[in-house]
């Protein structure tokens, strides 16, 4: 997740917008050199044939010679905005942000009709930052988007590079360890996305899985539910983070096992209208009622809409479960954290086959938590009289510092 312009390059927005010729105007009405107009005609080209190595050398080329050859503000601007995108792309950051910074300088010259564009270069220079871990320069540029841009609502290409600043915002949380901050910066994020649709954020799918660690951290398990469905829709729509797609599936399923029957309904309902499941999944969704009752009861949250209790057939139960330890360097660095741990029940009531699931914001959590979990022990899963193995059975265990 550090360097994602592979990704953005699919949500590319090239700026330049002025027409290839042997020569073309500038906004007096000067006509440009002809090594502008040339390479700006070649970037063109290569452009249309898709090859955007020889794009983005045209691009440089024609913004060098634009500003050798003492071109005016706008296509200086231009040029520069849209040389440092394909410089970017490369991951060359340092270049990128000398030509983007060069470009947000000129814009922020003329007139307000430019604003958006500045907007959305001081974005991009701020993802710059964030991909060099150079975190306090990433927020210091995040706080300029949203000053130059003014209160969301106001325009729908100024909302998109709020949204995409915010974007920034919450990564540069999540990787200071601030998960919960992360996770509420990313629900702003998310809410600008909405209309547009989640699908037109490279981004969206990580926004949302970070808005559903956020929403299992404070107990809001249908809230939780539907972040981490709308995450795994996301991952899956671009084929993208499979490791963390099968994170959100799983947390998804531990926070429907913490819900009523009713608010499952609602969930299944409100993510079958929202595109997120099929009518397959649908009616999938609608069977699995059963197994998270039965995941519930084995994580020691007996429901009160279960069946009547049958010695004979059960879902393993719970008889002591001790508390993990706080990890001391977590404790010393003021961190809090958490962690999805999956198990099977063994027929003696042992744990056996225990993993982690995920752990964040470190991984110390989680190697904790596990070994808590291995130290459980419980009546066995009966199966008419017989005890059997209970497989697939996943706790979430947090870590809070107390004040």
Not at 181 to 210: K, N
Not at 358 to 383: D, K, N, Q
Request: one cysteine or more.
């Amino acid at each position: 997740m550090k360097h994602i312009a592979a990704c953005l390059a699919a949500a590319l927005v090239l700026a330049a917008t002025l027409v290839p010729a042997p020569a073309f105007a500038d906004e007096d009405g000067d006509y440009l050199s002809q090594a502008v107009s040339d390479a700006w005609a070649r970037h063109l080209a290569a452009r249309e044939a898709g090859d955007r190595q020889a794009a983005g050398d045209a691009a440089i080329e024609a913004h060098l010679a634009a500003e050798r050859d003492g071109a005016d503000a706008l296509t200086r601007a231009i040029l520069a905005d849209t040389a440092g995108q394909y410089v970017y792309l490369r991951q060359d950051f340092p270049g990128a942000r000398a030509k983007l910074s060069l470009a947000a300088s000129l814009y922020e010259g003329l007139d307000d009709s430019h604003l958006n564009s500045r907007v959305r270069v001081l974005g991009l220079i701020a993802d710059a930052y964030h991909s060099e871990d150079n975190f306090r320069q990433a927020l210091n540029y995040v706080n300029q988007v949203l000053e130059a841009a003014g209160p969301a609502g106001a325009d729908p290409v100024r909302d998109r590079a709020i949204a995409d600043a915010l974007v920034v915002r919450s990564r540069t949380q999540w990787r200071q360890s601030s998960i919960n901050d992360a996770g509420r910066t990313a629900r702003e994020a998310l809410e600008l996305m909405e209309p547009a649709g989640y699908d037109q954020f490279v981004l969206s799918g990580l926004m949302a899985f970070y808005a559903g660690v956020e929403s299992a951290l404070q107990r809001r398990h249908a809230e939780s539910a539907w972040w981490f469905a709308a995450a795994d829709h996301q991952f899956r729509l671009r084929g993208s983070s499979p490791h963390l797609s099968t994170v959100s599936e799983a947390w998804a399923r531990y926070a429907r096992s913490r819900m009523t029957q009713g608010q499952r309904r609602e969930l299944i309902t409100r993510l079958y209208q929202a595109g997120f499941i099929t009518d397959d999944e649908h009616d999938d969704a609608q069977e699995d009622g059963a197994e998270d009752d039965a995941a519930e009861e084995a994580d020691g949250r007996a429901s009160a809409q279960s069946a009547p209790y049958d010695p004979n057939n059960r879902p393993a139960r719970p008889i002591s479960r001790a508390s993990p330890s706080y990890p001391m360097a977590a404790a010393q660095a003021s961190l809090e954290g958490v962690a999805l741990v999956s198990f099977t029940v063994g027929a003696d009531g042992r744990v056996k086959d225990a993993e982690v699931v995920f752990s964040a914001p470190h991984t110390i959590f989680g190697e904790e938590a596990l070994r808590a979990v291995r130290r459980w022990r419980y009546e066995p899963r009966m199966v008419d009289g017989q005890p059997v193995d209970h497989e697939g059975v996943q706790t979430m265990l947090d870590f809070r510092l107390r004040g």
